[in-house]
């Protein structure tokens, strides 16, 4: 009897291993679990008129933050907008100005096709060209 019972124990326990899971599947699901917890947190601060630009320039690579915190600009921009109409003087002032810079955009568009140049309007062009007309 040179066998002992602790060697036997030990024997079986070293045969007893218990398999390791797949590091990149691990990592996939905790990459999966950072995105969404992001997309939560970039949903929450997005409509934050202040906060709304952490989300946009921290989060750029999570889709859901990205759209969340572009309909939050969008949002905040209406909301500066809406504040500057409030006041009276300025309001009267931002649309004069306005009203001159589209009369000045509208005389040069009328030159430049006189000249048969296609000249891109820079604030102008690009919402032409994502109209679906």
Known sequence: MTDSFFKKDDEEVAQAKIPALDESEEEKA??????????????ILSYI????LIPLLQMRENPEARFHSKQGLLLFLIEIMA????IPGLSSTIWK?????AL???AAGIVFGI?????RL???SDIADKMKI
């Open 115 to 119: 000249q048969g140049k296609s000249y």
């Open 104 to 106: 000045g955009a509208a």
């Open 122 to 124: 820079p604030l102008i």
């Open 83 to 86: 504040g500057i109409f409030l």
């Open 49 to 52: 008129p202040f906060l709304c």
């Open 30 to 43: 905790k990459e999966a679990d950072l995105l969404k917890d992001q997309g939560m947190i970039a949903s």
């Open 97 to 101: 100005t306005i009203l001159i810079l």
